[in-house]
């Protein structure tokens, strides 16, 4: 029991020196590159810099314990700062000490949530997220995310809620252009451009193993970091007004309890979901897909429990919600991390810059920062995949779409809130209508097919309706409908057959329908008969009164049926005549 | 065309005197039972009691011309009114005519979207109200409505907007219980109950017709209209502090357009949907039942035509919304309606009642119409569905049981909200996990069956999972963990094989987790098939890049499949040997 809960049981017995090693240097490579991006990303979500210091140490302890992925690395990632932001920004707040307190509410919520979820084996929630939805969100947010940093770049204080309010505030601001400023983060946008595209051919061509060019290449933001500071520091680039990082708290964060606030939690907990769903989503998949590159498994329930305990983790050291980031998790799975333990000794480094690197980064200017994050989000951005699924079915476009737009006019919770709801809403109106057939038997066999495409035998006086799908609320009442209407245009009808051989389940609404079927097909005079129910389904249609009532019988397969109606209906037409 | 949205020009072609005399006889019979029910709802309504006049006049008309069942009565209903008090109640209102002003909004709005619905061919959107959720929304408004009479049949002034509210209330103010009002309502509550059950047996007894008994037993609440009008004002119960409904304006409303208030009408919109929604779900199936009795059709699309319409001509004459009603529509068609021109008739009969019996309806007491309410609604409350229910699904029974919890206690909007979304999810959660077998080959057939039931040929290399479920977002996720754990536990694996006969649909998420299991197989070293997919799913397949990409190819007989690759390991055993 306590090691389904505890994966660090399962692989901590076999720990040896050369996993150390591996775990050793993948944490110092990922330390190097975390410490620009945690800033950064805790300036996204409006946070002082050093919070995301701090939600990058416990967590990744956290995700060490209870985390089943071998290489996922938790901490501050874009979209979840962004998300955060927004549900941040539902508040009027007086000053940075309250708006930090909500966005550690938040993780403690989300937290809450994801550890909740985990015990009640819920990871199946993530489904309802769909692929386009959440791409169309992730495309979108890295719109927002890009848009949101130009004025860091530009030294323009502006702002704005979505896409069209930032553009606008900073077309309309643009003359206070702040040049220093925007000289500085221009040349270490196109610097970070180049170092993404060429810096690693180049180190190639240079000698360097493949591994090495790699890491250099991906330490692209470390060197910025480290120039800018240097330009800044030298030339005083502060007394011209360039904003920069200032005085960051030296030292580690203090551990404190949740506050809890009823009204607070409530107003916060759509959010938190939200949150909650959207990096649980993120995390699960980035693990599956480099699990999978080693032939191993994740567990997407312990996951939720891993990921919960970082945000509660997270929360516990002033930090705001956390999940598992791509970037990060490819670089520490590259540099030859072999368990998670690599994440414990990164959560090391971190902590030691904390202590003593701070100081340091007195200098780095915002508009570093910004550029970071831009040339991060933009690789979240795909127009292909907008393209490819306009291709494969339109209502699957029409859901991303629809998440786009409103991400970036009505922010980030409307935005998906919209999609998930619109894509179920798709898809219940995809299978509302199933597909049928009238169908006749093939001459001299037992076989029976759709009568439009087909030479089959009939009877006026039976008819049998083939459906190929589950009977539920959202398709009982397009079934009653279809068959009425059979009914209504065959006035000699005697017998009507429905035949569920496609049919894997009958709900409630079903079950009333077909009731309704049968009273109203005796009102009309005509006998209901079902053929080849499944078992599972007849078992359940046993619980109710339906046989009893039902004016015809279920047929185990549809040739039985065949066979006695028409024996039947010969002899009434004997008789007759 | 025009054919198609006025179905009068369909029957009137062929109206005559036979159809008219029984018109119009059915007409003076649902007259006489309007009347009391329609000054009710509109009390019930929170709404003066000659509104309830006025939505019973043009409404049937609108429908006459518009509506395709012949026998459905529209005006107002129970459920529908108790929606427009809810919705009401939402608002902090000064008087009675800002009250009414937004009553007739919701009447607007809710004829409006069902137009558009109707133009749209919208009317499977009533499928997302499944029969669980609202046989359980129904028998808790009935339960909420009787609670809120019984204030009225006590002359007690209370007020409260849940059961528990008003249950609390009515006995903390027990003592204000005003006796004489208390008589009249018991006594008269009693009569209907009565009546409901005894009067028709002794009728028959007496030697009446069962039409005569029937038409007469449902003019109880008539009688006891009459009855205790002439006793408040023989005894003078007014001056004993009897509520009466006192001064009714006399002769018919005038007619008025919108008063288009963007801002209410946006705060009205939810509501009004539900009314919108709920109205036609009940209208419809009553329309349905009856229809069914004739072997007649209706047109759902067009229905939400004729419905919108009644609820526009509702407001454009100051009435509230409207739609078809269960008991006046059965009385109608018992009565002997043949044609719609029975709606209009009924509506001439309202009108000259609005013209000529308001001076009478002076002394009608309020605790009467309290009891016609309370006696017609309990008839809307029925345990044993929910009985019936638990037995026949517990999902289905979640989600009624949160939709009459929920109702009661939070108000009726939040309820179907609920209940609606409740089970959507549980839909979902049902086929996020689709029904899958593991399959070999029966021995010297071409058949596949599941591994654990039957005694079938396998191959250590060739594994072959069977899926019985469309392939969509909610179970495209798992399908994927399903197939890496399968994967990960067998070592030896080189093929996979999914196979595909039950699969209708691939959506873009289960094509994009084809494409990551594609990939992740690809890493781990097997080779991915399929077999056996559908036409229409290859079609659609085809429209995307997967097939370029996957590692193997698709079969179209999970035969041929396995026969190829059960050659091709064959021979690697060999050449290895």
Redesign the interface.
């Known amino acids: 029991m306590s090691k389904k809960y505890l994966p660090i049981l399962d692989w901590s017995k076999d720990y040896n020196r050369s996993l150390f090693i591996s775990d050793f240097v993948a944490a110092i490579i990922v330390t190097i590159m975390l410490i620009p991006q945690s800033l950064a990303y805790a300036l996204l979500a409006g946070l002082p810099a050093e919070v995301g210091l701090y939600a990058s140490m416990l967590p990744l302890i956290a995700y060490t314990i209870f985390g089943t992925s071998r290489f996922l690395s938790v901490g501050p990632v874009a979209v979840v700062s962004l998300m955060t932001a927004a549900a941040v920004g539902n508040f009027a707040l007086q000053n940075t000490a309250e708006y930090l307190a909500i966005a550690v509410a938040l993780a403690w919520i989300s937290g809450g949530i994801l550890i909740v979820m985990g015990l009640l084996r819920l990871g199946?929630m993530?489904?309802?997220?769909?692929?386009?939805v959440i791409s169309g969100f992730i495309t979108a947010s890295g719109l927002i995310i890009a848009a949101s940093q130009l004025k860091h770049i530009f030294g323009i204080e502006s702002s704005g809620h979505n896409l069209f309010d930032i553009i606008q505030n900073l077309i309309t601001l643009s003359e206070q252009t702040h040049l220093p400023t925007a000289l500085l983060g221009i040349s270490t946008l196109l610097f970070l451009l180049w170092v993404r595209k060429y810096f690693k051919p180049l180190l190639l061509k240079l000698g360097l193993s493949d591994f090495l060019a790699d890491i250099i290449a991906k330490a692209g933001p470390v060197l910025a970091v480290i120039a800018t500071i240097s330009i800044t520091w030298l030339y005083d680039l502060e007394s011209l007004g360039v904003k920069i990082v200032g005085e960051v708290p030296t030292g580690l964060p203090g551990l404190q309890l949740p506050q809890f606030d009823s009204e607070l939690w409530q107003q916060l907990f759509i959010s938190a979901l939200l949150i909650s769903i959207v990096g649980f989503v993120e995390s699960?998949?980035v693990a599956?897909?480099l699990?999978?590159?080693r032939?191993?498994?994740i567990s997407?329930d312990q996951e939720l429990i891993g990921l919960g305990a970082s945000s509660i983790a997270s929360a516990a050291s002033g930090g705001f919600p956390v999940t598992g980031g791509f970037s990060r998790s490819v670089v520490n799975f590259d540099a030859g991390a072999a368990t998670p333990a690599a994440g414990a000794f990164t959560a090391i480094g971190i902590a030691l810059a904390a202590i003593f690197l701070t100081p340091l980064i007195y200098f780095l200017p915002k508009a570093t920062l910004a550029a970071t994050i831009i040339v991060a989000v933009l690789s979240l951005v795909d127009f292909q995949a907008i393209k490819?699924?306009w291709?494969?079915?339109h209502?699957?476009?029409i859901a991303?779409l629809a998440t786009i737009v409103l991400t970036l006019l009505e922010g980030v919770e409307i935005g998906i809130l919209t999609g998930v709801g619109l894509?179920?809403?798709l898809?219940?109106?995809?299978?509302?209508?199933p597909?049928s057939a009238i169908v006749g038997r093939v001459p001299g066999t037992e076989h029976f097919r759709n009568v439009d495409r087909f030479d089959v035998e009939t009877c006026k006086r039976i008819l049998t309706l083939r459906v190929?799908?589950?009977l539920?609320?959202?398709?009982?009442?397009?079934l009653?409908?279809l068959i009425?209407?059979q009914?209504?245009s065959n006035p000699e009808l005697k017998h009507f057959i429905l035949m569920c051989p496609?049919v894997?389940?009958i709900?409630?609404?079903a079950?009333?329908?077909l009731e309704?079927i049968n009273?109203?097909?005796k009102?009309?005079g005509v006998t209901f008969y079902l053929s080849e129910v499944k078992g599972p389904v007849m078992d359940?249609i046993k619980?109710?009164?339906f046989l009893m009532e039902l004016t015809g019988q279920v047929y185990l397969s549809q040739f039985d049926a065949w066979q006695e109606l028409c024996e039947k209906e010969k002899k009434a037409q004997l008789e007759l005549s």
Chains 1, 2 share one sequence.
Do not use: C, G
């Open positions: 199946i993530a489904n309802f997220l769909s692929h386009p699960v998949s599956q897909t699990a999978a590159k032939r191993q498994r997407p490819r699924t291709k494969y079915s209502n699957d476009f991303m894509s179920l809403l898809y219940l109106y995809r299978t509302s209508k597909h190929d799908e589950s539920y609320f959202a398709n009982a009442r397009y009653e409908d009425y209407e009914v209504a496609a894997n389940l709900d409630a609404s079950l009333e329908s309704a009273h109203r097909l009102d009309s359940q619980r109710s009164e």
